[in-house]
């Protein structure tokens, strides 16, 4: 499996991703692992002789590849739903609760950018350089930082930044303040990177054969937010104060999610519900009883 896993690995970041065969075709790199999964196992040594090849190695003559998944398991993953899991309803419910708040803001805090007593170039254009700066934080943090802690603390962030712009609205009625922007840049950068977080946290809650549908529900998810949030900004424009109450009540919300959902980093991608439901309960069983004696 390490063998195939790093063939994997070569197979995705080969660029293009073409193999040339003797006679200059190009043909597609495909992943021995997949290939292997879905019985195709020659197909998969082929693959790997080429990698070989291209390394400037050769494979043993005696090696050959088994299946990782049996034909049983291989039926059971054609069949399977998401809906065929109590777990998994759960699970991507929660997700979509918690994208449906992160777009809501996201989106939201976009558009309320009108409300600030500024020039509304000057706002949007901030807002713009903002994502810069919570796409690099993100892609460092989710390195070393678990998922859930860091989407949360980012909805944390972003809701407190709202809510703080309520208590500055008075003193930005006069003339513009700085201050508020300041809050309200920082706010749409904690949910841009609450936003980016939620993806890879999605991708990561579910596996191989339900991954898909996951994220795409999401998206739903998160794209129903976004319809919904200019409705609020319209009524912002009588009240800015309540605009911002609700947005930052709402990414707190998502973060407090977050608490019924598990920690995915460094944990490995399953094939099947199947198989995660199981594994899953292995690895929480000796924490259990580590707890009953304690």
């Given at each position: 499996?390490d063998?195939?896993?790093?063939?994997?690995a070569?197979a995705?970041w080969?660029?293009?991703?073409?193999?040339?065969?003797?006679?200059?075709?190009?043909k597609?790199?495909?992943?021995?692992?997949w290939?292997?999964?879905k019985?195709?196992?020659?197909?998969?040594?082929?693959?790997?002789?080429?990698?070989?090849?291209l390394?400037?190695?050769?494979l043993?003559?005696?090696?050959?590849?088994?299946?990782?998944?049996?034909?049983?398991?291989s039926?059971?993953?054609r069949?399977?739903?998401?809906?065929?899991?109590g777990?998994?309803?759960?699970?991507?419910?929660?997700?979509?609760?918690?994208?449906?708040?992160?777009?809501f803001?996201?989106?939201?805090?976009q558009?309320?950018?009108?409300n600030?007593?500024?020039?509304?170039?000057?706002?949007v254009?901030?807002?713009?350089?903002?994502?810069?700066p919570?796409?690099l934080?993100?892609?460092?943090?989710?390195?070393f930082?678990?998922?859930?802690?860091?989407?949360?603390l980012?909805?944390?962030?972003?809701?407190?930044?709202?809510i703080?712009c309520?208590?500055?609205?008075?003193?930005?009625?006069?003339?513009?303040?700085?201050?508020q922007l300041?809050?309200?840049?920082?706010?749409?950068?904690a949910?841009?990177?609450?936003?980016?977080?939620?993806?890879?946290?999605?991708?990561e809650?579910?596996?191989t054969?339900?991954?898909?549908?996951?994220?795409?529900?999401?998206?739903?998810a998160?794209m129903?937010?976004?319809?919904?949030?200019?409705?609020?900004?319209?009524?912002?424009?009588?009240?800015?104060?309540?605009?911002?109450?609700?947005?930052?009540g709402?990414?707190i919300?998502?973060?407090?999610?977050t608490?019924?959902?598990?920690?995915?980093r460094?944990?490995?991608?399953?094939?099947?519900?199947?198989?995660q439901?199981?594994?899953?309960?292995?690895?929480?069983s000796?924490?259990?009883?580590?707890?009953?004696?304690?």
């Open positions: 499996m063998l195939l896993d790093q063939a994997s070569s995705a080969s660029s293009p991703q073409n193999l040339l065969d003797g006679s200059g075709e190009a597609s790199a495909k992943s021995p692992r290939l292997a999964v019985g195709r196992t020659e197909e998969a040594l082929d693959v790997l002789t080429k990698f070989a090849k390394n400037g190695r050769k043993p003559q005696n090696i050959s590849i088994s299946s990782p998944i049996d034909a049983k398991t039926n059971v993953e069949n399977e739903s998401l809906w065929s899991a777990w998994a309803i759960k699970r991507i419910a929660t997700a979509m609760m918690a994208g449906f708040g992160v777009g803001v996201y989106y939201g805090v558009l309320n950018v009108e600030l007593n500024f020039n509304l170039y000057f706002t254009a901030v807002n713009a350089l903002m994502e810069i919570a796409v934080l993100g892609s460092v943090l989710l390195s930082t678990d998922r859930r802690i860091l989407f949360s980012s909805a944390y962030i972003a809701g407190i930044s709202c703080l309520v208590l500055l609205t008075k003193e930005a009625k006069s003339k513009g303040s700085w201050s300041t809050v309200e840049a920082i706010g749409f950068m949910a841009s990177m609450a936003f980016d977080v939620l993806y890879v946290y999605c991708v809650l579910f596996p054969n339900v991954r898909n549908f996951a994220v795409s529900m999401l998206r739903q998160l129903l937010g976004a319809a919904i949030a200019p409705q609020l900004v319209v009524l912002g424009r009588l009240s800015p104060s309540i605009s911002f109450l609700i947005f930052g709402f990414a919300f998502s973060g407090l999610l608490f019924w959902l598990p920690e995915t460094n944990a490995p991608l399953y094939e099947t519900l199947e198989q439901e199981k594994e899953e309960k292995l690895s929480t000796p924490t259990r009883e580590m707890e009953l004696v304690e």
